[in-house]
């Protein structure tokens, strides 16, 4: 495992010197920017920014095949919220609504 900083005036990504030690990973840096943390291989890793694909040189395996696929077609997991936050606002909304109009309700008959 390998951390990578993505160095935005070359744009490439540069392997930084990384410590791993059971499951933490550490590295020093003198700034915050993007950083990708991977498991480093023999083969090369192309980005080309025009096609926004990667495609990589070399040898490969089938597993980084298969995900290279996937992240091309635009197939990537769902990582978010399972309810939308809209859908929430929208409920958070009715029962402000609703609990609104109670309270004038009571108001009125007490």
């Not at 160095?7 to 990384?18: H, L, S, V």
């Not at 993007?34 to 920014?49: G, P, Q, T, W």
């Not at 025009?50 to 696929?69: A, D, Q, V, Y």
């Amino acid at each position: 495992i390998v951390v990578y900083y993505y160095n935005d005036g070359e744009k490439k990504f540069e392997a930084m010197e990384t410590k791993v030690d059971g499951n933490k990973v550490t590295f020093k840096t003198s700034h915050f920017s993007k950083y990708v943390i991977a498991e480093k291989l023999d083969d090369i890793l192309v980005i080309d920014k025009n096609e926004n694909t990667t495609k990589p040189e070399g040898n490969t395996n089938s597993s980084n095949t298969n995900s290279n696929i996937e992240a091309e077609k635009g197939n990537l997991p769902n990582t978010g919220a399972v309810v939308s936050s809209s859908v929430v606002f929208a409920l958070g909304l009715v029962a402000l609504v609703f609990g609104g109009t109670l309270l004038i309700r009571r108001k009125k008959h007490a």
